[in-house]
Each structure stands twice: as C-alpha cells, then as structure tokens.
C-alpha cells in the first residue's frame, strides 16, 4: 500500500451526523484507523519480529458497537481519566458536582465524555509523518465541569513506527483536566486470549493504592515487595491474582504508578515485550503517571473486530495521566488550568521487535 491517508463513512450517529473512519497508511507499514467518533483508534498495526503487520489493539467492526457497549476501546479520554470520588470537588470556595457514571462516582469524564463525542478532524502530513488534528469545544457546564474547554488532540504515525499523540487545551475558566488515550494493546495480535503472557516493566517506584471503589487513598506507596514492582520485567499474570489488598481492590492491576523519573520531557513510562511474536511497545511521556489497567472487566462478552469474544484480561491500558482523584487529593500535583494557560502534554507508543524469543 501507498503512504498516505484516506478517508470512509464509518456510520451514522442517532442525531443523523455522519461519522469518519481515516486510514493511514505509514510509509514503514504500520496501518492505522481512527474515527472522529471519540478520537477512536479502531485498529493499528505493528510488524512481528519477522516483518509480519498483525492489529495489535482492541476494538469492534461498527460504529453500532462504540456507540452502545464500548469500554472505551481506543478512545480518548476527558476531560478527566479516571475516576473522580463522589463524583464532586471543590474549586476556588466552590463546589462541581459531576456526573456520577460508575456508583456514586464520576468516571472518565462522565456520561458523555470525549469517547463518546463527535470530534472536527483534520487529515495532514509533513514530511513522512501522516497525522490527524483532532479538536472539540467541551461548553462550560458539560458533565459538571466548569468553563468551556478548547482541547486539540494531535496523532502523529511516524515512518519510524511511532505512534505521538499530543493534547492541549485552553479554558475560560478555572477547571480540572487529565487527558489520556484508553487503547486496549495485546501484542501477541487479533488471535490472542490473554495478556497474561506478555512482560511489563513501568520505572515506578512508587504508586497511588485504591479502595475498594477504586478510589486513591491519597498515599503514594513504595511498590517495594508488593506485586506492583515492575521496575524489572515480569510477565503481568505472575502476580495478579496473588493474595494482597490492592490486587483485590483492583480485581487485578488497575493502578496508578508515579513515575520514578519526573519533569515535562519526555521520558520512559512502560516497556512491554511479547516473546512469540517478538513485539516490543515503549511508551514515553510527559506525564507523571501511568494507569496500568490488565482489562479485568473484559468478560466475554464483546464480541471484537476478528469475530471472537474479548476474553478476561484480553488487553491491556498504559493510560498515561496524572494522578487519579487529583481535585480532592491535595498532596496530588495539581491539574487545575486556568485562564491564560496552556495544558500540553505528549505521549509516544514505539514499535519494535526483539529477534531473541528465548
Ligand atoms: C480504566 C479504569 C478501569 C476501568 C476501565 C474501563 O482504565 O482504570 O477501572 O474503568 O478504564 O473499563
């Protein structure tokens, strides 16, 4: 296939607005699809150690499916990740009450947050880097949350198997913002059951343990000894079921690491190493943290792109964010915008392969 990027009817939304489906095609290979709907990533693919592209991410045929049933398949995430207790904070002496869409708590930025809207997109390309430009206007007042917010979302697919995504947003008034990418990898490709076999390493010392609602208790914990150590590479299913209270809160790794190495640049979140196929994902950030999530409420259910049901544990998150909970978490670093300023963050998902499959 040519470099380059084309454009199809991906369907149709209940209000008659038609949906896209881009197809961009990278000069190394890799093959990505993205709908406007939610910012969608449907399908993206990465050589095996043997040059062979297989989809490497989870997802479903149909527009239907995303607008009725989606776990947040690929989607982009806000304006908050994660989950926000008593789906409520405080702001500046006055109090938000948000959408409460999980219990009593607000999750991913609400009923209707950035996964489940219509975004303006914009096809370019520079050089041979093919890319995206995704903006929306969430108004003032939408899921709770004040002020109206300009967010673009930038994807960049690199010849050099790189996958950027770029977020930045402006607001009118002061607001809590944590944006992030939900793609569900499973590095073994389309065929795959299980992410249990695939080897993780996040450079965390530390991370932020939940409750049993999957609320953060405000603590920053030393993952020293604990099933959260992945500062050497493990396979993820080695202790995911082990006998310890955040592996039962979570039902599993659903947890917020703080990354060891801090600052804005770009810097070394998680590197996942699948020994069949050989693939290899890095991904680096500007963020401070990374939500590791093993898809332990996939149960069969889904019924995804390659006519199989989504197994438990079928996929896996690195959302990377700041910290979950953060407006009512005041040791937290902030994510307050205000006026005037600009958020800006970047996330890069590498590509590559290991020829060694020992
Ligand atoms: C996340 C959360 C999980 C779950 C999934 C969506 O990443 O951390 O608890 O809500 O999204 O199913």
Not at 46 to 56: I, K, L, M, S
Not at 68 to 95: Q, V
Not at 174 to 199: C, K, M, Q, R
Not at 232 to 251: K, T
């Amino acid at each position: 296939m040519t470099p380059g990027i084309t454009v199809s009817d991906f369907g149709e939304l209940p209000d008659g607005r038609m949906v896209s489906l881009f197809t961009i095609q990278s000069a190394s290979g890799i093959e990505m699809r993205v709908t406007n709907y939610g910012g969608i990533i449907v399908s993206l693919t990465a050589p095996d150690r043997n040059g062979v592209q297989e989809d490497v991410v989870l997802g479903f045929s149909h527009l239907d499916a995303y607008l009725t049933a989606s776990p947040y398949f690929g989607s982009i995430i806000g304006r908050c990740g994660n989950r926000i207790g008593k789906a409520e904070f405080s702001l500046d002496g006055e109090t938000y009450h948000l959408a409460a869409n999980t219990g009593e708590n607000h999750l991913h930025g609400g009923i209707t947050g950035f996964d489940k809207v219509l975004w303006n997109a914009l096809p370019f390309s520079s050089g041979d880097d093919l890319g995206l430009v995704f903006t929306y206007t969430s108004p003032d007042g939408e899921e709770g949350y004040p002020g109206t917010l300009s967010v673009t979302v930038t994807y960049v697919l690199s010849a050099t198997n790189q996958l950027s995504i770029t977020y930045e947003a402006t607001t009118d008034k002061a607001t809590p913002v944590n944006l992030t990418h939900h793609s569900y990898f499973n590095l073994a490709g389309p065929l795959s059951d299980s992410i249990l076999d695939h080897e993780l390493m996040i450079p965390a010392d530390h991370f932020t343990p939940i409750d049993s609602e999957f609320i953060p208790t405000g603590q920053i914990q030393s993952v020293q000894g604990t099933p959260m150590d992945f500062r050497s590479p493990i396979s993820i299913g080695l202790r995911i079921d082990a006998e310890d209270q955040q592996i039962i809160n979570g039902l599993g790794y659903d947890h917020n690491f703080v990354l060891t190495e801090q600052g804005t640049h770009l810097k070394l979140a998680a590197r996942v190493f699948e020994r069949q196929s050989g693939r290899i994902m890095e991904v680096t950030t500007t963020e401070p943290g990374i939500q590791f999530y093993a898809g332990n409420f996939l149960d069969g259910t889904l019924m995804g792109k390659a006519g199989r049901p989504y197994a438990h544990r079928s996929g896996f998150c690195l959302e990377t964010q700041h910290f979950p909970d953060s407006p009512n978490q005041p040791t937290f670093p902030s994510i307050i915008l205000r006026p005037g300023d600009v958020y800006s963050t970047r996330t890069v998902y590498s590509f590559s392969t290991n020829s060694d499959s020992r």
